[in-house]
């Protein structure tokens, strides 16, 4: 199977810049947990996790040393969720991003997906984002093969 067989051809995208409440909603409407990042020209430029979110909270010496967090007064984060509610997705994007090939076969895109632990695979030609991968939809495929197609084989 290759991926352009089971990516998702219209992926969830944000711009680099819109802001981050935007990116926050799109995280709760669409019950995801990473979002690929698009330019004018729908090129891919990062890619954002609900992880790089949750970092975007943390003080730098927090992040260093996770102990200290303790110390943070109490409404901190509600503080900083309104203070930077407005920045720019690009300021919290990753931008070392492992992408795919519309051609890739299954088992490359799974290596992929369990080394490095992607939430989504984006899946390029030409280093346009034409679709994207995501571990749950993974999993579904999964299932299917392993699950449906193995009670019609006993029969």
Known sequence: M????????NPVTIRADAPLHELINLFNDRKMDAICVV????R???IVTIFELFQAYLPDYVKMKEELAHLMPE??????C???KDHEVRSIMRTDIITVDEDDILISILADIVKYRLHVTPVTRDGMLIGTIHKKGLLTYTSHVC???DSTSND
């Open 44 to 46: 891919l430029v990062g």
């Open 39 to 42: 330019d004018e020209e729908k």
């Open 82 to 84: 309104h203070k930077i």
């Open 2 to 9: 290759k991926a352009k067989k089971i990516m998702n051809p």
């Open 75 to 80: 409404g901190y984060f509600e503080n900083t």
């Open 147 to 149: 699950l449906i197609n």
